[in-house]
């Protein structure tokens, strides 16, 4: 299911004092199965631009398609809103049932799945994100934020959405949570082959999971393109007010001694060793 | 004279009845901070870090063990209330400390409270805006400003208290990369302006800034040492849930193929002019 953005506008409070356009002439292609990565600092237009994609907001002029469903100013139903599912930021904020089990099942059930199914979504989805079915009966207020933000992206899975966003879904999380949630990420996208939308501030994500990433700034789109693309040239990030990921920092700050310089579209430290180890060998058997 | 915070066998829990003793969030702690200490505190989700925040400005009451503020019990609701003056503290979430509906009645909020007078108020608070970055947003409203901007709102109201320490819990992790580093920024000048600076945190590479880091892992203190001390061993990071600095992986990469490298390395400097001479 392809994403298609035909230079859309998207306009706040149209035709009153607090008119404000939050995004200009976009256009932009999502493969079906991508990894997705949206970058862009506060106020860019990141979230006008989740809301367009998954149907809760309408275009103020172009047109959004979503496989064969395309909404413009003027639909009135958008039909691909039950395709996309949204994990919104701090998710585990928008847990309210008296059980896990009840939390996850609320998509579902509205969207008129019988009982019998439903069960076997909630249990396939917690098996997804890794929780323990022991813990179905239990409120999830008792548990900790990790596992709260994992019964929360059960939720939406448990809706079998074809596309889902993810906005900034490793905030506030320590090491090992931010790990795990990135490899259930990774293992979901394996799995299920569904797009995956990534808005994020963290480059090292980026870095690691995005097939394609676009950076917006002031409702424009400024790049669209692969990561290796994006971090390799250093005075486009610096244009964009951006930091590299962590390990493209490391390269740059070898590269003032070092000549000829590392390549900068080295993203795993595996990469950093071996072509240290190969420099090192040429460099002795001169 | 400034403040010097000590805490002397601290043990802490919300339930102490109810929850045996290895559960507890704080656990036989003892540290103390001299003033214009720049300190991170670093730990993962749930390690007890907050805890111990909450119980260095006196907003928690140990359990069990001393508290003392320049070597003098904290004890009554009297010496409480000097205590919230004298050390500030600044939340994870912005949205969290902000009252007023416009940025001066924010500071000024606090300043009441204190029983500042009306002259006073207006020398200070043109003053911390001007520090904070804030001026010329006098008039607006707190929630109209970004997060990076809110965070610093909370800073200048605590800034106008004329604190000697300030504690920031996370103060970082609902920022974006602009915000983040002008609150980092931000934290170096106070400090540089003799402010002790408490940063509680999860992320190493924001710790590192400090000059003094203390690893907290399950309500005990497990290491506390200088920054480049602990640079040299930020292997051990690792089996507490904590980043280990991209360079010491490397490093340790490196030896572990042969390379001819020393076995500490105190920074990411070291680590750059060895690799070059190794070449």
Known sequence: ?286 | MGTEITLKDVWFHYYPQTESRENWAVQNVSLDFQQGEYVSIIGSNGSGKSSLACLLNGLFIPTEGAFCINGQPITTDQDRWELKRRVGMIFQNPDNQIVAPSVVDDIAFGLENLGVSREEMKYRIPLVLEQVGLSGLEKKEPHHLSGGQKQRLAIAGILAMQPDVIIFDESTSMLDPDGRKHILRLMDELHKSGITIIHITHQATEAFLAERLIVIHQGRIMMDQSSKELYANATLLDQWGLDVPIGILLHQALRDKGWKLSEKMESEEQLVSELWTSM
């Open chain 1, 1 to 286: 299911m392809d994403i298609h953005v035909n230079d859309i506008s998207y306009v706040y409070q149209k035709g009153t004092p607090f008119e404000e356009e939050a995004l200009s002439n976009l256009s932009l292609s999502i493969q079906h199965g991508i990894i997705q990565a949206i970058i862009g600092k506060t106020g860019s237009g990141k979230s006008t631009l989740i809301g367009l994609l998954s149907g809760l907001l309408r275009p103020s002029k172009g047109s959004i398609t979503v496989g064969e469903d395309k909404v413009t100013a003027t639909t009135k139903k958008i039909p691909f809103r039950s395709k996309v599912g949204v994990v919104f930021q701090y998710p585990e904020h928008q847990l309210f049932a008296e059980t896990v089990y009840k939390d996850i099942s609320y998509g579902p059930t509205n969207q008129g799945i019988p009982a019998e199914e439903i069960k076997n979504r909630v249990y396939h989805a917690i098996d997804l994100v890794g929780l323990d079915e022991s813990l179905l009966e239990k409120s999830p207020f008792s548990l900790s934020g990790g596992q709260m933000r994992r019964v929360a992206l059960a939720g939406v899975l448990a809706m079998e959405p074809s596309i889902l966003i993810l906005d900034e879904p490793t905030a506030g999380l320590d090491r090992i949570g931010s790990e795990q949630l990135l490899s259930l990420i990774h293992h979901l996208h394996q799995q299920k082959q569904v797009t995956i939308i990534l808005v994020t501030h963290q480059m090292d994500e980026v870095a690691r999971l995005a097939g394609q990433v676009l950076v917006l700034e002031k409702g424009q789109a400024v790049f669209n393109g692969s990561p290796v693309e994006l971090f390799s040239e250093r005075s486009r990030l610096d244009k964009l007010g951006m930091e590299p990921p962590s390990l493209t920092k490391l390269i740059d700050r070898l590269n003032e001694r070092i000549h000829p310089p590392i390549p900068t579209s080295l993203f795993e430290l595996d990469q950093l060793v071996a072509h240290l180890e190969l420099r090192r060998k040429v460099g002795n058997n001169e």
